[in-house]
């Protein structure tokens, strides 16, 4: 069961910009951690961003620090993440998953709930 709907991936070019949506069902974001996280072919999961339930705290992988925003509504129960100066090497799918811990570590496995992801493709 699909806790999240991911939206707003697509097709890219070299140092575009993306804005991907993740807005939960049955569970309220305000008492989450919600992470970011993406999936190239053939190479492991990893943590992109994390946001704690206050929208207070965030982290990101160092990949993303100074390229990606995350932020939330917690009146539209749904988490964002800006991407910017987007490369090749971003191409994955992505996803939004929770956790009831209010750690901010973006570890895969600590999370919960999970959406069905969003394709990125970054390329000319």
């Known amino acids: 069961q699909s806790h999240f709907v991911e939206s707003g991936g697509g097709l890219v070019q070299p140092g575009g910009s993306l804005r991907l949506s993740c807005t939960a069902s049955?569970?309220?974001?305000?008492?989450?951690?919600v992470g970011w996280f993406r999936q190239a072919p053939g190479k492991q999961r990893q943590g992109v961003s994390s946001?704690?339930?206050?929208?207070?705290?965030?982290r990101y992988a160092d990949f993303a620090k100074g390229r990606f925003t995350i932020s939330k509504d917690n009146a539209k129960n749904t988490v964002y993440l800006q991407m910017n100066g987007l490369w090749p090497d971003d191409t994955a799918i992505y996803y939004c998953?929770?956790?009831?811990?209010?750690?901010?570590?973006?570890?895969?496995?600590?999370?919960?709930?999970w959406g069905q992801g969003t394709q990125v493709t970054v390329s000319s």
């Open positions: 946001i704690h339930g206050s929208g207070t705290v965030t």
């Open positions: 998953a929770a956790k009831s811990s209010p750690f901010t570590d973006l570890y895969w496995d600590e999370y919960d709930y």
């Open positions: 049955g569970i309220d974001v305000s008492k989450y951690v």
